[in-house]
């Protein structure tokens, strides 16, 4: 079975540029999450997937993140313009329930975006 | 609001040895926690995971503790080995502000080093 993936798996771009990151999760898991872990501090959540809907987007930035899952299959994180700020490594993860307190709920992660901004 | 933390940032043991990880959480309303490994340039990979309800977990070398009502969990490491070598993230799930959704809250990890 096809883990987490994630494209592309670095990135170098100028301020004000735009770049999409893709994460195709694995097949059949409803639930996708995005998160990001900028240098120095704890990988935080940016926002979360059921099929199509944007579940909880209370971890995005600001307004240059689009994040978008049409079909409820792949997702892109668009950054569009980047800031220097932005730089980081993005991860995606997937689960094929939301975490409750009924069942076991793990998540699985891709191998990241690293993302730079110059 | 949910903080997750993992003390000390780095540590450095010789092959062989016995460890524990620590990590504490400050809000007791979780769903489950779960125990992740990263290696240099990778992604994460799920080590093992302790529903609310249940007090550990063992895989292999590791075994995983949940204390919810003091915030606690610990990771034990077995007889470590250089292929130990990592950082290890604890991270718990909790309700959303929205109260109808969830998400992993994480904390800065721990880079072990374990020396020949």
């Known amino acids: 079975e096809a883990g987490v993936t994630q494209f592309p798996s670095h990135s170098v771009i100028e301020k004000g540029q735009t770049v999409t990151l893709r994460c195709d999760p694995i097949s059949g898991h409803d639930n996708l999450y995005w998160y990001r872990r900028v240098m120095g501090k704890e990988i935080k959540f940016l926002l979360h997937f059921v099929k199509e809907s944007k579940q909880d987007e209370s971890g995005m930035p600001n307004n240059r993140f689009l994040a978008e899952r049409t079909g409820g299959t792949y997702s892109t994180l668009k950054v569009q313009p980047a800031e220097l700020e932005d730089s980081g490594v993005y991860f995606c993860?997937?689960?094929?329930?939301?975490?409750?307190?009924?069942?076991?709920?793990?998540?699985?992660f891709g191998q990241g975006t690293r993302l730079t901004v110059v | 609001k949910q903080e997750v933390t993992q003390i000390p940032a780095a540590l450095s043991v010789p092959e062989g040895e016995n460890l524990v990880l620590n990590c504490s959480f400050t809000?007791?309303?979780?769903?489950?926690l779960q125990w992740f490994r990263q290696d240099p340039g990778k992604g994460l990979t799920s080590l093992l995971l302790?529903?609310?309800?249940?007090r550990e977990q063992t895989s292999g070398r590791l075994n995983a503790s949940l204390d919810k009502s003091s915030g606690r969990s610990t990771l034990y490491i077995a007889a470590s080995q250089p292929g130990d070598s990592a950082t290890y993230l604890c991270?718990?799930?909790?309700?959303?502000?929205?109260?109808?959704?969830?998400?992993?809250?994480f904390g800065k990890g721990i880079t072990l080093s374990v020396r020949p």
């Open positions: 809000d007791s309303a979780i769903y489950n």
């Open positions: 991270a718990v799930s909790s309700r959303g502000p929205t109260g109808a959704n969830s998400k992993l809250t």
């Open positions: 993860a997937s689960s094929p329930r939301p975490f409750t307190r009924q069942g076991h709920t793990e998540a699985f």
């Open positions: 302790i529903q609310s309800s249940q």
